[in-house]
C-alpha cells in the first residue's frame, strides 16, 4: 500500500497539472511543481497555509462556507464534476482555471483534491470565437447576429426604429475594379456610416453592400429623416481608391417598432420592404414602410406561385409580331413575345407578370422553354414555305448569369435543324450590366456559331458605349420611347440620327421599335433606318396565325388594320 501510495504521489508531482491536498481545516498539505509553476507559490511557502491564498478575496467567504458543509453534511456538492473559477496568483493577478475536485476520508477525516489547469488561452479563443461570430471582420462592424440579439432586447423594452441602406451599382464597382476596391471601398463606407450615425445608433453589416442601423428608444419620423439626411451627405463626397473616385449612391428602407413590427423578423422584413421600394423609386432615396408594401409583396408572393403552376400546366405561349423592312415592308422577321393564359384572367401580356418571373425560380426553365418554342416555330415556318424567317428571342438574366446559355442554345438549334441565323437573341443595357463576365463567353461563341445577338431597348439603360464593342452584337433595337415623337420632337430624331450612324460605323443592323404611325415611319425612312416592328406593321399573333397570315400577305403594309 505504501509503495502504491508512494507511486501516485510521484506521478502527482510531476505531472502538467497542479495537483493541491487540503485538509478540512482548509490548510494546504500537497502541493506539487505545476502549482508552484501555476499560482507562483514554492511548495515550502504553501503547505501550512489556508487553502484561500489561491482564491480571490472577494470568493473567499463563499469558499470557506462551502467547505464547512462539505465537512459537515460528508460530501462536497463539486466533487467528481470540472467546473471554470477563477483563481489567485501569487503577484495579485486573476487566472481562469478548469478545477475538478475529489473528496475521501483518512482516519475519518474528510480530505479535498484538487486538480486545476490554466485555461486562459482557451478562453481567449472562446472569447475571440464570440467575437467573430457577433463582428463584420473586413468592417469591424457588429454583423447580423449582433444585430438580432440588439433587436431582440431593445424590442421588448421600448419603441425603436430600424433603417436597412444598401449601395446602388455597388457590383459594377466589384466587376470593374476588383473585389479588393470592394473590399476597400465597404470599410471607407463603414466609417462614414459610424461617423454619421454617431454614438446613438447601432451600427451594424449585414453582408454585401447591406447595412443595418438599430436607433433605440426612437419611433420619431422626423428624427429618422435627419438621420438619412446625414447619411446621404457622408456618401455624397467620391471615395479615392485605387487611383479613381469612387461616387457612391445609397438608398434607405426605414420600419419602426411596435408601429410597422412586434417581432424582430417582422421588422427586417418591413425595412426590407421598405428598401426595396426605395430601389424601385430610382435609388439613392428613403423609403418608409407601409402596409401596402407587405400588399404587394404578399401579391407578389401568390403571383410566383402560379407561374411555378403555369410552367407546370403548360400554360405559356409564344406570340410572334413581325419585323419589317422599310424599303419594301417584305418581313425581315419576328420577335417572340411570352404571354400566359391564367385560368382567372385570361390572356395576360408581359407587362402584368414578366417583373416576377425573371426573379423568380423557374426564370432559367422558362427561358429556355422560350428558346427552344421559339426555334420550333421557326423551323416549322421554313417547312410550311414561309422560307428562313428570323425569330428573336429576349433573354432573362437567370439565363445569363447560368453558364449553360450555349448548350441550351445550340442544343435547340441542333434538335429543330435550325440555321443558327435564323435566331436573334435580345439582351437588355442593365441585363448586361448586372452580368457582364460570366455572358460574355457564351454570347461570343453563339455569335461565332451565326447566332444574332441584339441590344433591345437601346438608349435607356446606363450601358457605356464602350458595351457595343465589349460585346459580339450584330444589332440595335431603338427603344419605342424615342420613337413616339420622333415625327414632332427634334431632340428625339437627334438621338435616333446619332444611334444609326453610330451603328453604321460599328458595323451594325439598327431596328426600331414602336412604331404606330405613317408619320414615324415617314421620319425613319428620311433618316435612313433599315428596319421596324409596330402596330402599324402587325399586333403580335399566335404562331399559327401568323404563318397563315404570311402565306395571304407577304408584305406588311396594312396587316395593322
Given at each position: 500500500m505504501h509503495a502504491a501510495q508512494g507511486r501516485f504521489e510521484q506521478m502527482l508531482e510531476s505531472s502538467a497539472t497542479a495537483a493541491i491536498c487540503a485538509g478540512p481545516d482548509n490548510i494546504i498539505i500537497s502541493w506539487n511543481t505545476a502549482a508552484e509553476r501555476l499560482f507562483g507559490f514554492a511548495a515550502c511557502d504553501a503547505i501550512g497555509r489556508p487553502l484561500s491564498i489561491i482564491i480571490p478575496l472577494r470568493h473567499r467567504a463563499a469558499h470557506v462556507a462551502g467547505l464547512a458543509r462539505a465537512v459537515a453534511a460528508g460530501n462536497a456538492r463539486l466533487a467528481g464534476?470540472?467546473?471554470e473559477i477563477l483563481a489567485l496568483h501569487a503577484d495579485g493577478q486573476e487566472l481562469?482555471?478548469?478545477l475538478s475536485l475529489s473528496m475521501w476520508f483518512e482516519a475519518g477525516k474528510p480530505m479535498f483534491g484538487a486538480l486545476l489547469r490554466d485555461i486562459t488561452d482557451r478562453q481567449t479563443a472562446q472569447r475571440r470565437l464570440e467575437h467573430l461570430a457577433h463582428c463584420d471582420t473586413l468592417t469591424s462592424l457588429p454583423n447580423r447576429n449582433a444585430l438580432h440579439a440588439r433587436l431582440a432586447a431593445d424590442m421588448d423594452r421600448s419603441p425603436c426604429s430600424l433603417l436597412l441602406l444598401d449601395l446602388d451599382g455597388f457590383k459594377h464597382v466589384n466587376d470593374s475594379l476588383g473585389h479588393s476596391v470592394g473590399d476597400e471601398l465597404l470599410a471607407a463606407v463603414a466609417a462614414r456610416l459610424a461617423e454619421a450615425v454617431g454614438e446613438k445608433g447601432f451600427l451594424a453589416r449585414l453582408g454585401g453592400d447591406e447595412f443595418a442601423i438599430l436607433l433605440s428608444g426612437c419611433a420619431d419620423p422626423l428624427e429618422l429623416d435627419e438621420?438619412?439626411?446625414?447619411?446621404?451627405?457622408s456618401l455624397r463626397p467620391p471615395f479615392d481608391l485605387a487611383g479613381q473616385s469612387i461616387f457612391v449612391v445609397t438608398s434607405i428602407g426605414i420600419a419602426m417598432s411596435p408601429k410597422d413590427a412586434s417581432g424582430v423578423e417582422q421588422l427586417l422584413s418591413s425595412a426590407d420592404l421598405a428598401l426595396y421600394s426605395a430601389k424601385a423609386d430610382g435609388g439613392g432615396v428613403r423609403t418608409f414602410f407601409a402596409r401596402a408594401m407587405q400588399n404587394s409583396s404578399e401579391q407578389k408572393h401568390r403571383l410566383g406561385i402560379e407561374l411555378r403552376q403555369a410552367m407546370a400546366d403548360q400554360k405559356f405561349e409564344l406570340w410572334y409580331q413581325p419585323q419589317i423592312c422599310l424599303a419594301d415592308h417584305k418581313l425581315s422577321g419576328v420577335e417572340a413575345l411570352l404571354r400566359w393564359r391564367h385560368p382567372d384572367h385570361g390572356l395576360m401580356s408581359p407587362q402584368a407578370f414578366?417583373?416576377?418571373?425573371?426573379?423568380?425560380?423557374?426564370?432559367?426553365?422558362?427561358?429556355d422553354w422560350i428558346v427552344?418554342?421559339?426555334?420550333a416555330a421557326a423551323a416549322g415556318w421554313k417547312r410550311a414555305g414561309l422560307g428562313s424567317v428570323r425569330v428573336g428571342v429576349?433573354?432573362?438574366?437567370?439565363?445569363l448569369r447560368s453558364g449553360r446559355l450555349f448548350d441550351v442554345v445550340s442544343s435547340a438549334l441542333a434538335r429543330h435543324a435550325l440555321c443558327p441565323k435564323q435566331l436573334e437573341?435580345?439582351?437588355?443595357?442593365?441585363t448586361v450590366l448586372r452580368h457582364s463576365n460570366p455572358s460574355t463567353k457564351a454570347l461570343r461563341k453563339l455569335r461565332v456559331l451565326g447566332v444574332g445577338i441584339a441590344f433591345d431597348d437601346f438608349g435607356t439603360g446606363f450601358a457605356s458605349l464602350s458595351l457595343l464593342q465589349k460585346y459580339p452584337l450584330t444589332r440595335l433595337k431603338i427603344d419605342r420611347s424615342f420613337i413616339s415623337r420622333i415625327d414632332r420632337k427634334v431632340g428625339d430624331a437627334a438621338i435616333v440620327k446619332a444611334v444609326l450612324a453610330m451603328a453604321r460605323s460599328l458595323g451594325l443592323e439598327v431596328i426600331a421599335e414602336g412604331v404606330e404611325t405613317a408619320e414615324q415611319e415617314a421620319a425613319l425612312v428620311r433618316l435612313g433606318c433599315d428596319e421596324a416592328q409596330g402596330y402599324r406593321f402587325g399586333r403580335p399573333m399566335p404562331g399559327a396565325e401568323f404563318a397563315k397570315l404570311y402565306l395571304e400577305c407577304p408584305r406588311f403594309d396594312r396587316l395593322a388594320s
Open positions: 464534476r470540472s467546473v481562469p482555471v478548469d438621420l438619412a439626411t446625414r447619411i446621404f451627405a414578366i417583373a416576377i418571373l425573371e426573379e423568380s425560380a423557374i426564370a432559367e426553365e422558362v427561358g427552344d418554342q421559339a426555334c429576349n433573354l432573362f438574366p437567370a439565363q437573341l435580345e439582351i437588355t443595357e442593365n
